[in-house]
C-alpha cells in the first residue's frame, strides 16, 4: 500500500523536477545561475491558471489530444516498476500494452498536430512519426534482452533484478541495452542532439512544433505530459542502473538518485553536445537499435 | 573476473562502432585511442597469472596505441586542416548495418571454433573479428587517407584481441613483434600521406585513381 502511494506520488511529482535537474545541470556547465529547480512547478501552475483559445478549423481531436497524451504516458507510468518494487498494474505481457500506451499518445498528439491544419505542424508531426518509427525496435529489442536474462514477460519482473542472472554475457547485454535506451530516450523526449527544447518557431524542431496551437490549461497538460514521458524513459534506463537496496526507505532513495543521476547526464550531453542536422538523427537512432539488436544476439547465440 | 573482461570487450565493440558511424576524423582518433586504452587493461585483467609480462604488455600498448599514434593522427589532422569525411564511397548508415551484422555473425560464427575449453564462451574471438571487419569497412569504404590508417589500427586492435588467447602459449615477444608492425606501418602510412598530399594537395585517396597529363 505504502509503494503504491509513493509510486503514484513519484509518477505524479518527480517529471517536472527531473526537467529543472536537467536545465540547472546545462546552466552551470554554462556559467549560469539557471532557472529556479522547481521552474517546470510554476510554469505548469500559470498554464493551468490560464483558459485555453482554439482555432475554428480544429475539431474535438485537437482538444483529445493532450488529454490522451497524459493518460497514456500516465498508464505507461503505472506499468514500470520504479527501483524494483513491483509497478501497481503488472501482467503477463503488460510490456506490449507499454509500448503501445507509448504509442497511442503520439499518434493523438501527432494527429491532433495535423487537426489544425498548419503546415508547419503537419511537418513536426511527419518527423516526430518518422524518428520514433526508428526508435521503436531499439525500445522491443532491449525488452526482449530483459524477457531472455528473465525469462519473464511482465515489466515489474523483467526489471526485478536485471543484474542477478546467471550467465556472463548477461551483463554486457544490458550495457548495451542501457546505452541504447539512453539514446531512445534523447530522441522520444526531443532533447539534444535529437532536437533542441529550447528552440521556438525554428523549422527543424520536431516535438515543439506539433504542440504550438495548444495553449493555457492545454498546453499545460503538453508539459506535463512530456515531462511524464521523460520519467517513463528516464525510469527504464534507472532500472537497469546497479543502484539496488533491499531495504524499502533505502531502495526508494536509490532509486530517486539514479533518476535525477539520469537527468544530470541528459544535461551533461545537452551541454556538450550541438544538435544533429536531422538528416544525421536517423543514423544515430538506427545505430541505437543495432546496440540492443547486439545484445540480444549476444544472449540467444 | 570473465564477466569484467567480458564488459571491457563489449566496450571495445562500442568503439568500434562509434569509429565506423561518425563522419569526424576528431571523434575517430578519439575512438582508436580509446580502444587501445581499453586494450591495455584487457591482459591486466585476463592475465593476472602472466606477471611482470602482462604489465609490459599493457603498458606498451597504452603507450603505443592510446597515446603516441592518437597523438600522432591528430597532428597529422591538425596540419592538413580537415574535419570530416565529406563524401565516404560508402555511406553512415549502411557502413553501421554492415559492421553490426558482421559483429552478429561473428558472435554466432565464434561459437563454432574448436576453441579451447577456457575460451569458449567469451567473448574475445567475436571481439577480434568484429574488430578485424570494421578496420575493414573503414579501409575500404573511407576517402580521407587518416581515416584509412584509424582503419588499419583498428584491424590491429582486432588481431591483438586475438592473440591475448594465446599469451600462455606463445612467447609475448610474438605481441611485442606485433606493436613493432603497426609502429612501423603507421610510419610508412605518415610517410604516404606526406606524398599525397605533396603530390595532389590534398588527402583524397580518390584522386589516386586519376590519371595525370602534366
Redesign the interface.
Same mark, same amino acid.
Given at each position: 500500500m505504502l509503494d503504491l502511494a509513493f509510486h503514484v506520488a513519484l509518477v505524479l511529482l518527480l517529471p517536472p523536477l527531473l526537467l529543472g535537474v536537467i536545465n540547472k545541470t546545462k546552466a552551470a556547465f554554462a556559467g549560469r545561475v539557471g532557472p529556479p529547480l522547481l521552474q517546470a512547478y510554476w510554469d505548469l501552475v500559470r498554464l493551468f491558471r490560464k483558459d485555453a483559445v482554439l482555432s475554428r478549423t480544429t475539431t474535438w481531436i485537437f482538444r483529445a489530444g493532450p488529454v490522451v497524451a497524459i493518460s497514456t504516458a500516465l498508464g505507461a507510468a503505472l506499468l514500470v516498476p520504479l527501483g524494483g518494487h513491483a509497478a501497481p498494474v503488472a501482467f503477463s505481457g503488460d510490456v506490449i500494452l507499454f509500448a503501445y500506451l507509448l504509442g497511442l499518445g503520439r499518434f493523438f498528439t501527432a494527429t491532433a498536430a495535423l487537426d489544425t491544419g498548419s503546415a508547419f505542424e503537419g511537418m513536426g508531426a511527419a518527423r516526430e512519426v518518422s524518428f520514433s518509427a526508428l526508435a521503436e525496435p531499439a525500445l522491443f529489442f532491449g525488452l526482449l534482452v530483459l524477457v531472455r536474462t528473465s525469462g519473464a514477460l511482465s515489466l515489474s519482473l523483467m526489471m526485478a533484478a536485471p543484474w542477478n542472472t546467471a550467465s556472463t554475457v548477461a551483463g554486457a547485454a544490458l550495457v548495451l541495452v542501457v546505452v541504447s535506451w539512453f539514446l531512445v530516450l534523447l530522441a522520444e523526449n526531443s532533447r539534444i542532439p535529437f532536437d533542441d527544447p529550447n528552440t521556438h518557431l525554428e523549422l527543424t524542431m520536431i516535438h515543439e512544433v506539433m504542440v504550438l496551437d495548444h495553449s493555457g490549461k492545454a498546453f499545460g497538460l503538453v508539459l506535463w505530459g512530456a515531462a511524464i514521458k521523460l520519467f517513463v524513459f528516464a525510469a527504464l534506463v534507472a532500472n537497469l542502473l546497479p543502484f539496488r537496496s533491499d531495504d524499502v526507505a533505502l531502495g526508494w532513495a536509490a532509486f530517486v538518485c539514479s533518476m535525477l543521476l539520469v537527468a544530470g547526464v541528459v544535461g551533461v550531453v545537452e551541454s556538450v553536445m550541438a544538435r544533429f542536422r536531422l538528416v544525421r538523427v536517423p543514423q544515430l537512432v538506427v545505430s541505437a537499435s543495432l546496440l540492443a539488436a547486439l545484445g540480444l544476439v549476444l544472449l540467444v547465440r | 573476473m570473465?564477466?569484467s573482461v567480458?564488459?571491457l $570487450? =563489449?566496450?571495445v565493440?562500442?568503439t568500434n562502432?562509434l569509429a565506423v558511424?561518425t563522419s569526424r576524423l576528431r571523434v575517430c582518433i578519439r575512438a582508436s585511442a580509446m580502444q587501445g586504452m581499453m586494450l591495455a587493461m584487457l591482459p591486466l585483467l585476463a592475465h593476472r597469472e602472466a606477471g611482470w609480462r602482462a604489465f609490459v604488455l599493457a603498458g606498451g600498448t597504452a603507450l603505443l596505441k592510446g597515446w603516441l599514434i592518437p597523438r600522432l593522427l591528430m597532428d597529422a589532422i591538425r596540419e592538413v586542416r580537415i574535419g570530416r569525411e565529406v563524401t565516404p564511397f560508402l555511406g553512415?548508415?549502411p557502413s $553501421? =548495418?554492415i559492421c553490426?551484422i558482421g559483429?552478429?555473425l561473428a558472435?554466432?560464427f565464434s561459437?563454432r571454433m574448436p576453441l579451447a575449453p577456457e575460451h569458449v564462451?567469451s567473448?574475445y574471438v567475436s571481439t577480434a573479428l568484429s574488430g578485424l571487419l570494421s578496420g575493414f569497412i573503414i579501409l575500404v569504404a573511407r576517402r580521407k587517407a587518416i581515416m584509412q590508417v584509424v582503419g588499419y589500427v583498428l584491424v590491429e586492435n582486432g588481431i591483438f584481441v586475438f592473440g591475448l588467447l594465446l599469451i600462455e602459449a606463445m612467447p609475448f615477444m610474438v605481441e611485442v613483434g606485433v606493436l613493432l608492425d603497426l609502429f612501423a606501418g603507421i610510419f610508412i602510412m605518415g610517410i604516404v600521406l606526406n606524398h599525397i598530399r605533396n603530390e595532389f594537395e590534398s588527402l583524397d585517396t580518390a584522386h589516386l585513381a586519376d590519371l595525370k597529363e602534366d
Open positions: - | 570473465t564477466s567480458d564488459l $570487450l =563489449v566496450l565493440v562500442l562502432f558511424g553512415f548508415v $553501421l =548495418v553490426a559483429t552478429a558472435l554466432v561459437d564462451s567473448l
